[in-house]
């Protein structure tokens, strides 16, 4: 079945540096993999997607490119701001409309 | 007003209470889902519909009840629970035209 698996938190960063969190995945077909985020009190909001292979989503900083042959969709940004300090999820799209999501990573940026 | 609204944002209820959360989405989306988010675990889908029939019923316990009157609007009917069923119970909904789902900001539910 379709799964995907993201690096445990939490994460606590400085202003200004660099973050990676890792997400790989494993699924049939041909998946599209997504990035949401989560602030504190909301619900997820879709921060980036790829639908095929080598694809880079990219969205308010963020990047994070889709890798078919190490099935990875590891999300990166360059220099954090304490706003981006929220949960972030991996999640995939196979042939059907279910996504699985990833259990989630804390990140905590300090001033 | 746009996108994916949910009421109450709060609720706590007894365990021998009826309660109803709702979910409305005004972005003409066909699909809506019921997911359960507790602490320390992954997501958790519940229920899917599709134009307004339900698609999926990810092995609920009966105390949870949905109901689709219409693509615009999704509830979720809630008698008997546990303790454990407190979460933050997340409406979404998607398009036949793309496969991103929308979420709406939650029901912080508590069950005493």
């Known amino acids: 079945g379709n799964s995907v698996t993201q690096m445990e938190g939490p994460v606590t960063l400085s202003e200004e540096a660099f973050l990676t969190i890792n997400c790989t995945y494993t699924?049939?077909?041909?998946?599209?993999l997504f990035w949401y985020v989560q602030y504190p009190g909301e619900g997820l909001q879709l921060l980036l997607k790829?639908?095929?292979?080598?694809d880079k989503g990219s969205n308010k900083g963020f990047e994070a490119t889709y890798r078919k042959e190490t099935t990875s969709f590891h999300l990166e940004k360059g220099s954090v701001q304490v706003s981006d300090s929220a949960v972030y999820f991996c999640?995939?799209?196979?042939?059907?409309?279910?996504?699985?999501f990833g259990a989630g990573t804390t990140v905590t940026v300090r001033a | 007003e746009t996108g994916v609204t949910q009421t109450p944002r709060h609720l706590v209820m007894g365990m021998t209470n009826k309660k109803s959360l709702k979910c409305e989405q005004h972005?003409?989306?066909?699909?809506m889902y019921w997911y359960k988010q507790s602490a320390k675990k992954p997501l958790e889908l519940m229920f899917v519909?599709?134009?307004?029939?339900?698609?999926e019923n990810n092995s609920v316990p009966s105390r949870f009840s949905p109901e689709c009157p219409n693509s615009s609007h999704l509830f979720l009917h809630l008698h008997t629970l546990q303790p454990e069923d407190s979460a933050l119970y997340l409406c979404?909904?998607?398009?036949?035209?793309?496969?991103?789902?929308?979420f709406g900001p939650g029901t912080r539910l508590t069950v005493l």
């Open positions: 790829a639908t095929k292979a080598d």
């Open positions: 699924a049939t077909g041909y998946p599209s």
């Open positions: 999640a995939l799209r196979s042939n059907d409309y279910k996504l699985s």
């Open positions: 979404a909904s998607s398009g036949p035209d793309t496969d991103t789902q929308y």
């Open positions: 519909y599709n134009f307004k029939e339900q698609t």
């Open positions: 972005l003409g989306h066909n699909a």
